[in-house]
């Protein structure tokens, strides 16, 4: 079974653009949940979404957006890019389920740096 | 979201056995405790989870407390490609990753 993809693997943007990063779940998950690593701030959850619908929430500015397709592919938008923007994204993917354990599965990530 | 504190490293002699400790004393009662690892900024990896019995896989065994307070990752036979940060988390719904062990399997 393939695992969770993301693309691009490698990205460059300068300070005030905004840029859409992409992520397909393992085949049979709806839940895709997005991360944010820097050296500083450490892995930091940024939101997941299930069935095209935000169910959960880290503490982002507004300027980091996500949406959910029908197919549960996800995509994640950063607007007005900042020089601290600059991390390794990160999706994961799992089931959804709530009234049971939930592994999620990590995908390769999203190198952004911000000039 | 429980809190887990792990030590910031630990070595290891290639062939021997890694335990890796985790401390989450305020887990609560529908809490896992999972592990991943991650090497060299790739996404992290699976490893293993567990809820109140010891479990073991084809990575790794995980011995959690009879009062759930604290847990051991054991890699049993350590190769260098075992090398990498091991975060333990306790999860509900979202995976909060502390600050991690950062392992290094020496030959």
């Known amino acids: 079974k393939a695992g969770v993809t993301q693309t691009p693997r490698y990205l460059i943007k300068t300070r005030g653009q905004q840029v859409t990063l992409s992520c397909s779940p393992i085949s049979g998950h709806r839940s895709v949940s997005w991360y944010q690593q820097t050296p500083g701030q450490g892995l930091q959850f940024l939101f997941e979404?299930?069935?095209?619908?935000?169910?959960n929430k880290g503490n982002f500015p507004g300027r980091f957006s996500g949406r959910q397709f029908s197919n549960s592919r996800s995509e994640m938008n950063v607007s007005t890019l900042e020089l601290g923007d600059s991390a390794l994204y990160l999706c994961a993917s799992s089931f959804g389920h709530t009234y049971s354990t939930d592994t999620q599965y990590f995908g390769p990530g999203t190198r952004l740096t911000v000039l | 979201d429980a809190k887990t504190t792990q030590p910031p490293s630990m070595d290891c002699a290639e062939g021997r056995a890694a335990n890796l400790p985790c401390n989450h004393s305020?887990?609560?009662?529908?809490?896992?405790v999972y592990w991943y690892r991650q090497i060299h900024s790739q996404g992290p990896q699976y490893i293993i989870h567990g809820l109140k019995n010891n479990e073991t896989n084809e990575m790794a065994s995980l011995i959690i407390t009879e009062d759930r307070k604290s847990s051991t990752l054991i890699l049993p036979h350590a190769t260098l490609r075992d090398t990498a940060v091991y975060y333990c988390?306790?999860?509900?719904?979202?995976?909060?990753f502390g600050t991690g062990t950062r392992l290094q399997v020496f030959p």
């Open positions: 988390i306790a999860n509900t719904d979202k995976l909060i």
């Open positions: 979404y299930f069935s095209e619908t935000q169910r």
């Open positions: 305020t887990i609560s009662g529908n809490e896992y």
